[in-house]
């Protein structure tokens, strides 16, 4: 029994890597003045991210992140993309570790998602800041207003998802403890 739960687990997080691998591809081809500011984007890769972490824990929901980065990466091929990308995604990742615990006492996922947003945007500040100095200053509050606006609507996608499959989870559950008995 505890095989069939483990190999359930393990496809549910290849699923999970799969959908945040996919959407960070599609959004790194989709160019940024679509959406009129340079360098936003979405951030519809973050959301399996975050529903991996609520269904599977912390440790499934990292390698999820670990490897939606290198992904992108090897079909991007974009060194830029991937120091943006392992800056804002570990500061996001904090974040999400932080407030998952509040999901449902305190915050709903739109909640934390805007702020997981806020903390990507910071990480993505910090390596701009590097490689092109203290410039990214005036472009601060934007980035930041518009990745909580993203990061809320990321956070709907979320609450969605979670609640439309945890009758899903249930009733999985449920299956294995009939086939228990």
């Known amino acids: ?5 483990h190999v359930s687990k393990t496809v ?12 960070g591809l599609i959004e790194s081809f989709i160019p940024s003045p679509l959406f ?16 991996a972490f609520y269904f599977l824990g912390g440790k499934t929901a990292f390698l999820a992140l670990i490897c939606k980065i290198i992904l ?19 500061f996001s990742f904090l974040a999400l570790a932080f407030l998952i615990r509040t999901y449902g006492k305190i915050f709903s996922f739109i909640g934390i998602s805007a702020v997981c947003a806020l903390f990507h945007a910071f990480g993505q500040l910090i390596a701009a800041f590097f490689l092109i100095g203290g410039a990214i200053i005036y472009y601060f509050f934007i980035i930041c207003a518009s990745s909580v606006i993203a990061g809320a609507f990321c956070g709907l996608l979320i609450n969605l ?11 999985v559950k449920t299956a ?6």
Not at 1 to 5: G, N, V
Not at 72 to 89: A, D, E, Q, R, Y
Not at 161 to 171: D, Q, V
Not at 176 to 181: A, I
């Open 161 to 171: 998802i979670t609640a439309g499959t945890k009758n899903l989870f249930s009733a």
């Open 176 to 181: 294995e403890v009939e086939d228990e008995t």
């Open 36 to 51: 009129a500011i340079p360098g936003v984007k979405l951030g519809l890769a973050n959301a399996p991210i975050a529903c």
């Open 12 to 23: 549910l997080g290849a699923a999970f890597i799969a959908l945040s691998a996919i959407a």
């Open 1 to 5: 029994m505890q095989d069939k739960k």
């Open 72 to 90: 992108v990466f090897i079909f991007s091929g974009n060194p830029v993309s991937l120091m943006f990308s392992v800056c804002g995604g570990l």
